[in-house]
């Protein structure tokens, strides 16, 4: 059974640059949701994806979306990067409303 | 709306010390669900439990036990002999279940994590 895996593990960008990251679910999961973890903080939501449409989204603004596909991976997409935005981000996966998993993680540097 | 507080921030011990970790949360909702995970410093949060709030029982897993008090709203982890490879950080989580466009949809409201050292 594969876990969650996310591409790429390190990212650096500018202000104002654009970013796609990257997910794949467990098999057999269906939904997936992206978390937002700062330094030294706990995660925090940002969406979840079930059945190719967001399902629900935390205290994020627009410039933060996200796609699924057919194979229930997904990616999540980050405008106008701003300082702030450099974090810890995670993806995990799940099937329905069960038990989240989460990958390695990508880590954004936004200079 | 739901919160979850880790008081601790980080504790350091020393190996086969027994630790508990604390965490306190805060919900109107009459079902949800209380999760640990760990996450070494390589980033990834692993899974350690998920507790159903109609179930009270205190549950072990090894070295490992849990206990769920829901008249002061507490989910406390305790490491039995701690080890070495113990170190790690600690979230506590709390469900928080909504509607979303496709049908029900779970957030997971994290604490703010406790940085568990276990020396030599």
């Known amino acids: 059974e594969t876990g969650v895996t996310q591409s790429p593990t390190h990212l650096i960008k500018t202000r104002g640059q654009q970013v796609t990251l990257r997910c794949s679910s467990q098999?057999?999961?269906?939904?997936v949701s992206w978390y937002q973890q700062a330094l030294g903080q706990g995660p925090q939501f940002i969406f979840q994806?079930?059945?190719?449409?967001?399902?629900g989204r935390g205290n994020f603004p627009p410039r933060f979306s996200g796609l699924q596909f057919p194979n229930y991976s997904s990616e999540l997409n980050v405008n106008a990067l701003e300082l702030d935005d450099s974090a810890l981000y995670l993806c995990?996966?799940?099937?329905?409303?069960?038990?989240?998993?989460f990958g390695p993680g990508t880590r954004l540097t936004v200079l | 709306a739901q919160k979850v507080t880790q008081a601790q921030t980080e504790i350091s011990v020393v190996e086969k010390e027994d630790v508990t970790l604390d965490c306190v949360y805060e919900?109107?909702?009459?079902?949800?669900?209380l999760f640990w995970y760990k996450q070494p410093p390589s980033g990834e949060l692993v899974f350690l439990i998920r507790?159903?709030?109609?179930?009270?029982q205190n549950e072990i897993s090894g070295r490992y036990s849990w206990n769920f008090q829901k008249s002061t709203s507490s989910f406390n982890f305790t490491i039995t002999a701690s080890q070495v490879v113990d170190s790690a950080v600690y979230f506590c989580?709390?469900?928080?279940?909504?509607?979303?466009?496709?049908?029900?949809?779970?957030?997971?409201?994290f604490g703010k994590g406790m940085k568990l050292t276990v020396n030599p």
């Open positions: 995990a996966s799940s099937f329905d409303l069960d038990t989240q998993y």
């Open positions: 919900t109107r909702d009459t079902t949800y669900y």
């Open positions: 994806y079930y059945r190719e449409e967001e399902n």
């Open positions: 507790r159903n709030s109609f179930d009270e």
């Open positions: 098999s057999g999961h269906n939904t």
């Open positions: 989580a709390l469900s928080e279940v909504g509607v979303g466009s496709q049908g029900g949809s779970e957030k997971l409201v």
